[in-house]
């Protein structure tokens, strides 16, 4: 059986396989993935799934989003056993998070189902703020100074394509840095500028140091998203921007 | 000298009068009013002036808002005295203030200027989000449930006018609970429901009371604005909504 393989366990026969939507405030959480000591999103959900579930819960996440990054659409599937129906499911866990994460749905998925293993694409957020606000300071970056809008879009349209994206990786990825990039566009709207991404992996890092290197480019400096890419080399790319202006936006299988 | 009147005191020959645009993020500070344990904006202001002026700093608000009512157009005015240009000393402030208080504007103003008792008029906004959301909990408040728009919309157009609004005010105005409501208006945007006020003066709690009973006749409760008004009666308007969702937008002189 292809899941307990995966997990490492062998389930019940009265398992289910729930497949989530969830969105989340980043900045309230020490990130998706479960400590023994902090509040963590999936730690979160371990908790109040336990307490409707008989016996052990298990939960995959399609991302490990780090500490401050939000999520619109972040997508798990919970293995567990329940005689509820899906609608009392995802309404007596909302009851009982906190109200800085919400499952927008739940639906009965295949045993074999894995969050992570299965999407075929991710979609990712970065959001700029072109004013000096004192406001949502958890959900943007604010750009500071006078900003080249055409000179970043045409670098955010670059990154399109089958690339190595070694030099947007904070660390080297043991699969491979190797990355398909379905979507990259610049959406303007009042003074919000945003990266759009949808690849079918990301490199650790690697929204936020597109990020950090567009805005150099729309800052002036004398970067192309070509010879960055061709480098292969972090150091040729801009910094790592705050995790708060990230939205992990949809997975799709 | 009126001023000297006003704050009690005797200022230098070289005094200044700034008049000061202020925007903050609420849930970063227990209101605006100084107190000693505890960080208020006030209390930022006052610390990071008294850095660059000689002597004794005086700043006076125009409302005193709550902890986590947040400010788009806050007006203070600071009185000190230092030889530093108006540029000069908006930079520096700004740069020595915490990031979610920001100064928009330093004006040169008369020594006679006071920030509160001068306005003619003072604006707020209540912002409602209508659909379920794990994020910007700190800026929006959750309606929770279907809403009827126009109802709501034919609520807060009823506050115009000059009226007694003990009906509204948390605790009672030693001076008067008359008001004259010169814009309410109830705008809409995407999810955002706004109901936006103009008044000559506000009575304690008399926006977050507006909006919990606005958004109660929303909801279909049988309540009329105006029967409300008319009752005199704290009991008779609904429930203070959440500071978080209340902003300080502008004030007229």
Not at 68 to 83: C, E, I, K, Y
Not at 133 to 153: C, E, F, S
Not at 154 to 159: C, H, Q, T, W, Y
Request: with cysteine; proline share 2%.
């Amino acid at each position: 059986m292809v899941l307990a393989r995966r997990c490492g366990n062998i389930y019940k026969d009265d398992m289910r396989n729930l497949k989530l939507t969830i969105e989340y405030d980043g900045g309230d959480f020490s990130g998706w993935q479960v400590q023994t000591d902090r509040r963590t999103i999936q730690g979160e959900l371990l908790r109040v799934f336990a307490e409707l579930a008989d016996g052990e819960v298990k939960i995959i996440g399609a991302g490990r989003t780090d500490a401050g990054v939000h999520a619109v659409g972040q997508v798990a599937n919970v293995l567990l056993s329940t005689d509820h129906g899906l609608d009392v499911i995802r309404k007596a866990v909302n009851a009982k998070l906190p109200d800085t994460i919400l499952v927008r749905q739940a639906e009965e998925a295949d045993l074999s189902f894995h969050a992570r293993y299965d999407a075929k694409s991710r979609s990712y957020r970065y959001i700029f703020i072109t004013k000096p606000t004192a406001l949502w300071k958890k959900y943007y970056h604010y750009t500071r100074g006078p900003v080249d809008i055409d000179a970043m879009r045409k670098a955010v349209k670059e990154l399109q394509g089958y690339h190595d994206f070694t030099s947007f990786a904070t660390v080297g990825d043991a699969r491979s840095s190797w990355c398909r990039v379905m979507r990259a566009e610049l959406l303007e709207n009042g003074p919000l500028l945003t990266i759009s991404l949808k690849a079918d992996r990301f490199l650790y890092n690697m929204v936020r140091t597109i990020a950090g290197t567009v805005l150099e480019i729309g800052r002036g400096k004398d970067l192309n998203i070509r010879q960055v890419i061709e480098a292969r080399d972090r150091r040729a790319a801009g910094p790592v921007l705050s995790p708060s202006a990230l939205y992990f936006m949809e997975v799709e299988y």
